[in-house]
């Protein structure tokens, strides 16, 4: 039995509220997941599993559960997470989907919806339910509007695809290109819609992409509507926004209510929430009294400005880009993800119950589990800690925490990175971090170490940044393509190079959310990364930093122990034949600087020895083990200073502190090797360096181009740095009795 605990959230009760939870195993426990089901204090709720990992032998690694869950208002709550449930209980109004022909139909037994065949204009067919009907034609979009011509978005002719088929949950999702009235495209797109067993609402993920030829697009507006082509009674119109409480603006329709959110907004606004979790609602309701009506919500539309809504009795415009904005520069190779939740009620709903609905949306419940779950899984790193150490982990939660913030529909979920602009690495420009060092996976490690909900909004923001703006969707170069982009201006102006690629955070945010995107992004990575080794520069001897492969090696062996497909693993045997041979020549893993010289640079060095301790575990040949304590002992005799810490690169103009501490990652695995404390205890100042809480910053808030910047805490690089290697010392040095 696992414990899914359910923080106290609302203070309205939430009967059959649909959640979900992603479930690691260990390898062998779950064969069959047929039997699985979740427990309300011993008696079984509707419940849907997926499987998205197995282990070799077949067994369940991750299991995607969602499942109906009466949730009590003020209140905190458990359920538990049975294997052995041999009759599984089914939703009284299930979610279910067909396909016909090449129109799609769904029903959740409080709505019903037809979605459009190719052949027919626009997406959007009939919505009907208890109190409610919407005829075809009348949900429009998404339009985009660029240089004065308005595109619409249209289907491919593959149509609709199933995704899930219920009964607790029901995904579809179709793609297709934005077209005028004489079918020329403009950007392609994915429209993923779900839908949930009994509820009257759905959740809208509508996803662009830049695939066109030319560098860049500007686009003026990109907009939904609803266009009710008739009323019947009364209408009520309200549009509001919130923060510590709800500004709701209501209307009879006879005039435009509208808000927008865009920098100067957000500049003045108050705010303490951590805004990956919640900083308030937006949503604008068209009610009929005898029709019904349609709330819609634009999820986290503060973090992703600009934002609109407008509502009057011809119905409701939502302004993804709002056209009363400056609009948008949407670059060659970017995605973008903007999520919608339609909730279609009768006449009769007030205001103010839609108001809590569209904040539940924004705060939607989460429920959490043991930290012991993800340890005894074996899916991670051990930085499991029995006997904690107070500072350590105040100076985890304060890292975590206390970060650069960048708000903008490009910008949320990265940051600027204040050391790479000042350094001058985007000519004037912001350089944003582009998730440099992992960040997503490193906080999924903290989300695992610490139980903490906004751990995982912190991965899942991150993660769907990631895979949408830093990961180049379309380019003529095959050495791009599918690639992550280095830290860079305007997020996709530097290259794509193997030192600066990640996909742990991809998997992770995959088996969080079941979203198939994120999976296949990872794998774009990979292709890319097999791609860019070919090259010549990757064949030679040395010639190159021992991150350059290090981190190359370290994505690969995260995809081939993803999937345990050999081609992912090729390379990685390759790159240890390069490391020994490179070692061999030079001496150690020395990397070019100036024309005249060849340094060590630990840092750089430790990526390759910590990369290599993964390779280990995968294939224990003696000549790796051989080869990190080699590489270990050249730093510990070569690169330690008097004050006890490591330099940061070896000249005498660039030996100043270092202060990266993934050297200790590397000096734990040769404690792990060998059994000598020594390797600990070399450690300990750089250690206690890094772990010390920092302040806060200015902490002031700044309009730079399209995004708001909240200086507030380093940039995420240090966080996405620093935290798998300091929490891994930290509990191999608290076992050894070193710290």
């Not at 429009?140 to 002719?157: H, M, N, R």
């Not at 000042?422 to 350089?431: P, S």
């Not at 995004?707 to 966080?719: E, I, L, M, Q």
Request: aromatic fraction near 12%; charged fraction near 25%.
């Amino acid at each position: 039995m696992i414990t899914l605990h359910f923080e106290k959230l609302s203070r309205y009760d939430r009967p059959g509220e649909p959640v979900a939870v992603a479930v690691p195993f260990a390898e062998g426990y779950l064969k069959d997941i047929s039997n699985v089901a979740v427990l309300d204090g011993g008696r079984p709720v509707p419940t849907q599993v997926r499987q998205t990992a197995v282990w070799p032998d077949g067994s369940c690694k991750w299991l995607l559960v969602n499942f109906l869950a009466d949730l009590p208002g003020n209140c905190g709550k458990d359920f538990t997470l049975a294997t052995d449930i041999a009759t599984p209980v089914f939703p009284e109004q299930p979610a279910r989907v067909s396909l016909v022909g090449d129109s799609c139909r769904i029903d959740t037994g409080a709505l019903s919806i037809e979605l459009n065949p190719s052949e027919l204009p626009g997406l959007w067919g009939a919505v009907r339910g208890t109190g409610f009907a919407f005829e075809a034609g009348e949900l429009v979009g998404p339009v985009v509007t660029a240089e004065g011509k308005q595109y619409t978005a249209s289907l491919d002719k593959s149509c609709w695809k199933i995704v899930e088929s219920g009964p607790v949950r029901v995904i579809v999702e179709a793609k297709g290109k934005h077209r005028d009235e004489n079918g020329d495209g403009l950007l392609d797109f994915e429209l993923r819609i779900s839908a949930f067993a009994g509820k009257p609402w759905l959740q809208v993920d509508y996803r662009m992409i830049n695939r066109e030829k030319t560098a860049e697009i500007h686009l003026d507006a990109i907009d939904f509507m609803l266009k009710p082509a008739l009323t019947k009674g009364q209408i009520r119109t309200a549009v509001a926004t919130s923060n510590y409480e709800s500004f709701i603006d209501e209307g009879d329709g006879s005039q435009r209510l509208f808000k927008m959110i865009d920098g100067e907004y957000l500049l003045y606004d108050m705010n303490e929430h951590f805004p990956e979790t919640f900083y308030g609602t937006f949503f604008a309701d068209w009610n009929d009294s005898q029709r019904g009506g349609l709330s819609i919500t634009q999820y986290q539309a503060y973090q992703n400005y600009p934002k609109s809504l407008a509502v009057d009795a011809a119905g409701i415009e939502v302004g993804i880009l709002p056209r009363e904005s400056d609009g948008l520069t949407f670059y060659q190779g970017m995605a973008k993800t903007h999520t919608l939740f339609f909730y279609f009620h009768s006449g009769d709903v007030s205001v103010a119950d839609l108001n809590v609905q569209s904040l539940q949306f924004q705060l939607a419940d989460r429920p959490v589990m043991d930290s012991e779950v993800y340890r005894s899984s074996g899916l991670f790193e051990n930085i499991f800690v029995e006997k904690k150490l107070d500072y350590v982990e105040r100076g985890f939660i304060g890292m975590a925490d206390s970060r650069i913030r960048a708000y903008g529909i490009l910008a949320w979920g990265d940051a600027p990175d204040v050391g790479y602009t000042q350094q001058g690495r985007g000519n004037g420009e912001l350089v944003w971090t582009n998730n440099e060092y992992d960040f997503p996976h490193a906080m999924m490690l903290m989300y695992v170490k610490s139980g903490e909900r906004r751990m995982m909004d912190y991965v899942l923001t991150a993660a769907q940044h990631q895979m949408d703006v830093d990961i180049c969707h379309y380019h003529p170069d095959p050495l791009r393509q599918g690639g992550q982009v280095i830290h860079s201006a305007r997020h996709v102006s530097g290259y794509v190079a193997p030192c600066h690629q990640w996909v742990e955070g991809l998997l992770d945010y995959y088996h969080l959310t079941g979203n198939e995107h994120a999976l296949e992004a990872a794998f774009g990575i990979g292709e890319n990364l097999i791609r860019l080794l070919q090259q010549p520069r990757y064949q030679g001897e040395g010639g190159i930093n021992a991150r350059e492969t290090g981190w190359a090696m370290r994505a690969l062996l995260a995809l081939y122990k993803e999937t345990y497909d050999e081609r992912w693993l090729e390379p990685t045997a390759k790159i240890v034949d390069h490391f020994e041979i490179w070692k061999k020549q030079y001496g150690g893993w020395l990397a070019p600087y100036t024309d005249h010289v060849a340094i060590r640079v630990p840092f750089m060095i430790a990526i390759a020895v910590n990369s290599l301790m993964r390779y280990y575990r995968v294939r224990p040949e003696e000549r790796v083990k051989r080869m990190i304590l080699e590489a270990v002992d050249d730093l510990v005799e070569n690169c330690v200073m008097e004050n006890g810490l490591f330099y940061y690169k070896e000249l005498p103009s660039l030996r100043r502190l270092g202060n990266n501490p993934l050297v200790l990652e590397a000096l734990a695995y040769a404690y792990e090797l060998t059994g000598n404390k020594r390797y600990l205890e070399i450690g300990l100042p750089t250690f206690q360096m890094n772990i010390r809480a920092r302040g806060g910053g200015r902490g002031d808030k700044e309009i730079i181009g399209d995004a708001v910047v909240t200086w507030s805490g380093d940039g995420p690089k240090r966080f996405a740095q620093s935290f798998h290697t300091l929490a891994y010392y930290y509990r191999v040095a608290r076992e050894a009795g070193v710290l």
